[in-house]
């Protein structure tokens, strides 16, 4: 009864900081920014040290756009740099980084760009306001286009996961096959649950503690302190950076019935995000070229959980839409 009477208290808690938060006036800034000087160096600390347990990058590219600068490292072999490329776009707050599970799994059959998303924290610089999804869109078109990479095969995250079908909405002509990892907005609506937990795991004022606690909740119950490097580089971008991103463009059932792109969908049953069973059902039901499956046990860090088992789904599908 007592365990129960302090959940209870922690979400009341949590219920009460999302309320006023909502109520915060939003600053006038429109690019998206660190904090402080101090919250950029905490943040820069966090990111190097978990670069530092990705495999060595071949190059590093620092691509100018109309929207800013992004940040995209290339991994590969010898014997695969002839190959069609994936091109990995991380979670919200996440960065390079996170793919750290998959990175080399990936490159044994692979090379591999991965992406800093342009206006979340990470390496990448925006320098102007991006408005609205075609937007989001054409920074990553472009991104693709000055790489010179004529057909490339996307791989997203959650929100990554949103912006490499956002791409294929608006510009789908270099992409030849899509893999989504429990990706929000697409096949399914965002869980009242968890936009109630997002709010204060991303508000500085919350206690680093419970700001932990709610990114643990949200990934499933990973850890999110700091002895994980990832999971403090999560942490130290929700708390030093505002992001200053338009919101996420749900997908319309024209929209889907719009794609053509194979994709594949690897959905988590235990996701806190949406509904797994009715976005696997959506996904069938508009997709006309769709793999889409719910994953047994997995929660939104799928791609962490099941690393082997997921690079080796995304392996076989992009081996058959080479």
Request: aromatic share 8%.
């Amino acid at each position: 009864m007592l365990i129960l009477k302090r959940v209870l208290l922690i979400i009341t808690i949590i219920i009460a900081i999302s309320i006023v938060f909502l109520f915060i006036p939003k600053d006038s800034n429109k690019l998206g920014y660190f904090v402080s000087e101090e919250g950029e160096k905490d943040f820069m600390l966090a990111y190097n040290e978990a670069m530092g347990i990705l495999p060595p990058t071949d190059k590093t590219f620092n691509v100018e756009t109309d929207y800013g600068t992004v940040r995209v490292y290339y991994f590969t072999t010898e014997e695969n740099r002839h190959k069609e490329p994936v091109i990995l776009l991380h979670g919200r707050s996440a960065s390079t980084p996170m793919w750290e599970a998959n990175l080399a799994g990936l490159m044994e059959e692979r090379p591999v760009y991965s992406v800093d998303l342009l206006g979340e924290p990470g390496m990448s610089i925006q320098k102007e306001p991006i408005n609205d999804s075609q937007q989001q869109a054409e920074w990553l078109r472009e991104v693709i286009a000055k790489l010179e990479l004529e057909r490339v095969h996307l791989v997203g995250v959650s929100i990554g996961g949103w912006t490499a079908m956002n791409l294929v909405r608006f510009y789908p002509e270099r992409i030849a096959s899509v893999s989504l990892l429990d990706p929000v907005f697409v096949f399914a609506p965002i869980s009242l649950k968890a936009i109630a937990i997002s709010i204060p795991a991303s508000v500085p004022l919350v206690p680093k503690p419970i700001r932990e606690k709610m990114l643990s909740v949200i990934s499933g119950g990973a850890k999110t302190d700091d002895s994980e490097p990832v999971a403090k580089l999560i942490e130290a971008g929700m708390r030093n950076y505002k992001i200053k991103l338009p919101s996420p463009q749900s997908f319309s059932v024209e929209d889907l019935q719009g794609i053509e792109v194979p994709v594949l969908a690897l959905m988590a049953e235990k996701s806190f995000m949406h509904n797994s069973e009715k976005a696997v059902e959506t996904g069938k039901t508009h997709v006309k070229n769709i793999e889409i499956e719910n994953w047994k046990n997995a929660s939104h860090a799928i791609n962490g959980e099941f690393s082997a088992e997921v690079n080796a789904r995304i392996l076989e599908f992009v081996e058959k839409h080479k």
